[in-house]
């Protein structure tokens, strides 16, 4: 499986961060995005101050408004774009590097769902574990899963896109990865929110413990390996958004649970989280953190009321 020119679909942090990474393992990169003001800039000066600062790009690194062909293509838009992007990108046949982490509002379809609904011919792969797109723009050493049907040819993109300081674990479990490559999301605005609330940080950590253990019970329950909760996919990616700043579902949290939420003002698990709860349900598997945090989004209740609620709940075993 012979990998040289890459497209990254997503100008913004991530794809450019994504097509920094894939240049620097010596892959011929065409990073495709829609701001002429952006994409010029870094064709002549090598830099995306908008999204990356002055951190300087790889002059293998060529920007594009439209799509002509790659032997692999990285999808970098935010989840809820995807659709619409795939529909632009038309039916296509290559190998594609799914890099969003979210569940589709209203039709409650995974990332891979909606690729094989559109472009029934690409062959899907799945990227995710604990990284910031400045940090692997930046070269600092981040380590993801790589999640695809193939063994071999997982195996041969990871080594394609792989760096001295990007560093790709091939694994098997597509379902898994993606399910928790989107409900952290959900437990980072809840972890935020607990932090915004000044609950304390025995507080963050117990809810971090819980959000694990509701994930070991959510991921089978939708076609997952419970396994995959102990990689870089499930438990780093987990304990990353739900204790950092730099993590935007994080910061939202935090307003949430001061009460400085800002109008306008969205992350990746907003949308996520009510097609978590859906899909709980829909499988029967008690999800109490999922649901507080759709009470919280929904203005039903304080976070000091759903809290109370959580810690009177029964007493049970944790094993």
């Given amino acids: 499986m012979a990998i040289e020119r890459v497209a990254v679909i997503g100008a913004g942090a991530w794809g450019t961060a994504l097509a920094q990474a894939a ?15 952006v994409l010029a800039e870094i064709n002549v000066a ?49 190998p594609v590097v799914l890099s969003a982490k979210g569940l589709e509002h209203g039709t409650l379809k995974r990332q891979s769902e909606i690729l094989a609904e559109l472009a029934p011919n690409a062959e ?10 400045v940090d ?20 041969a993109i990871a080594t394609a896109l792989a760096g001295p300081s990007f560093r790709l674990y091939a694994a098997g479990d597509v379902t898994g990865v993606e399910l928790c490559g989107a409900l952290k999301n959900v437990y980072a605005l809840a972890a935020g929110a607990v932090d915004g609330a000044k609950l304390g940080a025995s507080a963050r950590a117990g809810l971090i413990a819980r959000a694990f253990a509701e994930l ?24 990353l958004s739900c204790t950092s700043s730099q993590s935007r579902n994080y910061r939202h949290g935090v307003a949430l649970g001061s009460g400085t939420a ?10 996520t989280a009510p097609v978590a709860l859906a899909l ?40």
Avoid: W
Wanted: without cysteine.
């Fill in 23 to 37: 240049a620097t393992a010596g892959r011929h990169v065409t990073l495709i995005g829609r701001n002429q003001d």
């Fill in 46 to 94: 090598h830099t995306n101050r908008r999204h990356l600062g002055m951190l300087k790009l790889s002059p293998h690194i060529s920007a594009s408004p439209r799509y002509s062909g790659a032997d692999l293509v990285i999808l970098a838009m935010p989840a809820q774009a995807t659709r619409a992007a795939l529909a632009a990108l038309g039916n296509l046949g290559e």
């Fill in 124 to 133: 899907p792969f799945v990227l995710s574990g604990p990284s910031f797109a």
């Fill in 136 to 155: 692997v723009a930046a070269g600092r050493p981040t380590a993801v899963t790589l999640a695809g049907d193939s063994d071999s040819r997982t195996e």
């Fill in 216 to 239: 070991s019970r959510i991921i089978p329950a939708l076609g997952g390996r419970v396994e995959t909760l102990n990689g870089l996919a499930g438990l780093g990616d987990l304990a």
């Fill in 262 to 271: 800002a109008p306008g003002e969205l992350a990746e698990g907003v949308f």
């Fill in 280 to 319: 709980a349900r829909q499988v029967g598997v008690d999800a109490p953190l999922i649901e507080a945090v759709n009470l919280l989004l929904s203005g039903s209740a304080s976070i000091e009321k759903i809290v109370a609620g959580l810690m009177s709940r029964p007493l049970k075993r944790e094993n």
